[in-house]
Each structure stands twice: as C-alpha cells, then as structure tokens.
C-alpha cells in the first residue's frame, strides 16, 4: 500500500476539485423542503443558474447525474420512431446514441474519429437531404469530455436554420458549462443540459436541463410517456421555489456558493483562466514531444487535454503510477481510446500552481516509466504563464 499525504490532485476532467467553500456549504443541516426556508435557496439557485447559462427561460434541476438530464430531454421531447441528428465526436457522443437507440429512437449518427468537432457543413448537409423534415432534433457534445475536443455550437444552430429546417437542437454542455463560454439564449439552443460535477465545481448529484420557448411547447402535446423527468410539472413548482418530489437539499446549498464563487470571479475571467491554464498545459505536452488527441486547432478544449501515449506504452499503468507516487489523478481513456491517452482536467478552481503541481507529477512519471519524452514541458509551461 503507497502512503499518501496532503492535498490529493484530483486533475480528472470530472468529478472536479470542490472548494472548501462549496464543501462547507453543503455541510449544512437539512431543512425542511416543502418549508419558507427551502423556497429562499430555490428561488436563489433557480435565477442563478439561469445566469450561468445564459437564459431568460427556466433551468430545471433534477436529482440525478448528466445522463439523467439527457434522458429528461430525450422522453419530454422524442417518442419511439422519431428520428435525431448526432455526430460521433467521441465517447459521449457515443454513449448518447445508445441512450436514444434504447428508447427506440432511429439516430443517424455521423461517424468521427473522436479527434475532431461536429462540423457544421456536414450537419447542414444531411438537414438539406431532409426534404421530408423527419429528422426531429440535432443532439451534439459542446465540450467532448473524452477526446478534449469543442464543437462551434453556434455554427451547428446557424446551419439549422440556413436549411429553415424545424429540428430543435439539443446540446450536452456537462462538461464545459462554468467552464469555456455558453450562451443558451444567444446561440439558439432549445435543450442545454449540464451536471453538478464539472464546471460547477459541486460533487455529483444535480442534473440541469435548460429550455428554450420552442422546446417547452413541444414537451406539452410530445414527446414519450413519463413521471420523474416530466418537465410541466417541474416547470410548475419552481414558480413558487418548491419541488415535486424531494430534491437534493445539500447540493442547492453547494450551488449557491458555487453560483457565488462563479459570480465572484466574474464569468468572462473564468472562462480566460481556464483558456491561459489550458494554452500551458497544451505547451508542456508538445514540449514533451507527445500528440496531443484533438487534431483541430480550432477546437482545443480549455478543461482538459488528452495526450496520446507513445507506442508501446500504456496509458493506465501510467496513470496507475502516477496515482501511487504522486497521489495524482488523471483521467483514463474511454472505451476504444482505453490504454492509448491519458486525460488532463485543468476545469474548476484549478489555478497556476495546481496546474504546474499537475504537469510535474507527469513528467516526473513519464521519466520514471522511461516513457521516450524530453523533459522540458514544466518549464514551457511556466514560460507560458
Ligand atoms: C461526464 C459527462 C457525461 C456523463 O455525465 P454523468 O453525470 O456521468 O451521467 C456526459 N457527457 C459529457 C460530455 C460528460 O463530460
């Protein structure tokens, strides 16, 4: 057994790092949710995480992880038979076709190599071959979690339109919401959907769906049986600060101050600090000499960057290492990139000194393991900042 002491470097693309202040805050006594009390936090947290997202129109929170808040827009808004529009940026992309697969739904699913974005001209392309308008929802990945890859949400909802074709467009922000730039209202989105344990900064538990007018008349007279994810009921509570059915009380209250610490620091600073720690993080990597996964420089991710392990090694026992030595932990790779990268997660309260720790604990792993690198990626990324 390896002894490890002080601060563990969580440096995972989510779970994220929760600040003590969050912590704390969540440490509070559970109150009465159908109390005057309850409704003050709920109304709080409500507005607030509208700003977050950008939106006049309402964010419902569920209890539940980010697939939860996927599997709301998809029940409240497709039904059996329909048919949607994805991209295969990479694991969660992939993982979302399975999810409407299940439900029935037919998805045309636009092959990737997980190394690049969802491009907009393809998906404008396949609307215009829609003469018939079957195809009832665009569903792409902002932030691709498992490849460090930006899809240009704006552009997708821009050529949508350029085909005045009717599809709604639903996006999963999970990891970049708090994290890089996101505007629900200005950008078009009809579904946002995000979770607590990214760029919120809180532990795993809350599901948020955003909504756009469009997306909440559908769900009225559409969309596929259903009880706990039912939006119109939600909707309907939140107007007097309660909930259907108990929510997680704790995690509002972590919210609140992750809203804070967010506001605190001002949204547009947030997004630049994780812009300046992910441009050091991408300098060390090439410093190294290692790939870096995402093949667009138009796309780099500003919350983590997948390295691409050299031939012959293993992207787990390094990351097993590291983990052991430095009590370090890296995010693996998912599904058909298992083994072959490692992932960096440079989001949340992640600062300098965080990221230069992080970035040491590599290369002090990659000379250990004799991983084939020049081990200059600690001071590059240091000239960086
Ligand atoms: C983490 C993540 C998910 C899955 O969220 P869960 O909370 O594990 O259900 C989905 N999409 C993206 C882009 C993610 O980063």
Request: glycine residues 8%.
């Amino acid at each position: 057994m390896n002894q490890h002491f002080g601060q563990h470097f969580l440096q995972i693309p989510g779970p994220s790092a929760v600040p003590d202040r969050v912590l704390r805050a969540i440490s509070m006594p559970v109150i009465d949710h159908r109390g005057p009390e309850f409704a003050d936090l709920a109304n709080m947290v409500l507005a607030g995480i509208k700003r977050i997202f950008k939106t006049e129109s309402p964010v419902l929170i569920f209890p539940g992880s980010g697939t939860g808040a996927w599997e709301s827009a998809v029940v409240n808004l497709l039904a059996e038979g329909d048919r949607v529009l994805m991209v295969e940026t990479g694991h969660f992309a992939t993982q979302w076709r399975k999810l409407t697969e299940k439900m029935g739904i037919e998805t045309e699913f636009i092959a990737g190599n997980w190394r690049n974005w969802a491009d907009p001209e393809q998906i404008r392309a396949r609307l215009a071959a829609d003469t018939g308008h079957k195809i009832k929802a665009v569903m792409v990945v902002h932030n691709e979690t498992s490849s460090g890859v930006v899809s240009p949400i704006k552009a997708i909802r821009e050529a949508i339109d350029s085909e005045i074709h009717p599809a709604l467009l639903l996006v999963d922000a999970i990891s970049s919401l708090g994290s890089l730039n996101y505007e629900h209202d200005a950008w078009g989105a009809d579904v946002t959907v995000t979770c607590s344990q990214k760029g919120l900064m809180l532990p795993p538990g809350l599901a948020f769906v955003a909504l756009s007018p469009r997306a909440i008349e559908q769900a009225r007279t559409g969309g596929s049986r259903r009880s706990y994810w039912d939006w119109a009921e939600m909707i309907e509570l939140n107007r007097t600060g309660f909930f259907p059915y108990t929510p997680a009380t704790n995690l509002l209250y972590g919210l609140k101050e992750a809203i804070a610490l967010l506001e605190e620091e001002g949204l547009a600073n947030v997004f630049a600090r994780h812009d300046r720690l992910a441009a050091a993080a991408r300098a060390a990597v090439r410093s190294w000499g290692l790939e870096i996964l995402c093949e667009n420089e138009a796309a780099h991710s500003s919350v983590l960057t997948a390295v691409v392990m050299p031939e012959g090694h293993d992207s787990d026992m390094f990351r097993r290492h590291v983990l052991a030595k430095y009590n370090l932990s890296l995010g693996q790779g998912l599904t058909r990139l298992k083994g072959k990268i490692f992932r960096i997660g440079h989001l949340g309260q992640c600062n300098e000194l965080v990221l230069m720790g992080t970035l040491s604990g590599i290369e002090m792993g990659l000379r250990d393991l004799q991983v084939p690198h020049v081990s200059r990626g600690v001071s590059a990324a240091m000239s960086c900042l």
